[in-house]
């Protein structure tokens, strides 16, 4: 089983050297039409050719293994979750596995609340266990496929998955630091129904040749609006030192994706409003259900 597998290759030491490229770009991932689109993306320069892609359509057959990077707060969740919803895989985020396990009583959770509380990064060890332990009972309800938010956060967890499992695509969602800390700042969660909801209302203008970014809030229904509380790790101290560490981490894991032509660079225009559609149109995709809410 993957889990199993992925508990072994954590042990063999010295660390896995970096697998050569296995990519079989008309396995599964994207369409070929997607690297028409206009939407502001950038596969690697190194590749001498853009490579072709094809996606299973029917939702039964769907096997898509793609990961979600960025930096903290810049909506990998949100989109993961969508994406998870609109090709019928399921989406495992690591920080949520890590709340999952901060909210129970198991051995690791007090070990977990001074890491998060402190805004360290969480152990490969610990993050591997959880993912491993996440897997294993996917496999029992006979998940397949998956998007994964959250992981690999270092060249050494890369190396691991890699060695479990092809990676088809991996997208890099970019977004401005300064957004990206009001962002944070203005998460909120409902601490009876567990919704995920944001108060800031982002309005900055363009300058420098900056692109000016709109973001309206993501405000909660009114049963929910009592009952917001705030992430304990979402103060702007914390924030800023999370971006920092992500920063220095972040670049070995993209260009190790990137050297395998799997890297999808994708700059956030905006909302979701305005950045979901340009997404699905960067992924050559259709969202029936939201075409259907516009019209209506």
């Known amino acids: 089983m993957a889990a199993a597998r992925l508990n072994r290759l954590l042990k063999l030491k010295p660390l896995l050297s970096s697998p050569s490229l296995r990519f079989s770009p008309i396995r599964r991932g994207l369409c070929a039409a997607a690297l028409d689109s206009d939407a502001d993306v950038r596969f690697p320069s190194g590749l001498d050719h853009k490579p072709s892609f094809s996606i299973r ?18 909506g990998k969740g949100t989109y993961a979750s969508r994406l998870s919803h609109l090709l019928g895989v399921p989406h495992i985020a690591t920080g949520d596995l890590v709340r999952e396990e901060l909210s129970s009583s198991g051995p690791l959770s007090q070990q977990l609340a001074e890491i998060v509380n402190q805004g360290k990064l969480v152990s490969d060890e610990i993050i591997i266990s959880l993912l491993s332990k996440r897997i294993e009972n996917g496999e029992a309800k006979g998940e397949s496929g998956f998007i994964l938010d959250g992981f690999p956060r270092t060249i050494r967890q890369a190396e691991i998955l890699e060695g479990v499992t092809d990676i088809d695509l991996v997208i890099n969602l970019k977004l401005r ?19 995920n909801y944001n108060i800031a209302s982002i309005d900055i203008k363009g300058e420098n040749g900056k692109p000016p970014i709109c973001m309206a809030p993501l405000l909660p229904p009114p049963s929910c609006a009592s009952k917001l509380i705030t992430r304990a790790d979402d103060t702007e101290e914390v924030v800023k030192k999370r971006l920092h560490i992500y920063n220095e981490m972040s670049q070995p894991v993209e260009d190790f ?17 305005e950045s979901w559609p340009k997404l699905l149109q960067a992924l050559n995709l259709e969202d029936h259900d939201d075409k259907q809410s516009l019209a209506a």
């Not at 359509?57 to 810049?74: A, H, I, S, T, Y």
């Open 177 to 195: 630091e300064d957004v990206l800390i009001q962002k944070c700042l203005g998460r909120r969660i409902c601490s009876q129904c567990g919704g």
């Open 57 to 74: 359509r029917d939702p039964k057959e769907r096997n898509v293994q793609w990961v979600f990077l960025g930096c903290p707060g810049v």
């Open 257 to 273: 994706y990137r050297q395998r032509g799997k890297l999808l660079e994708f700059d956030l225009p905006g909302g979701i409003p």
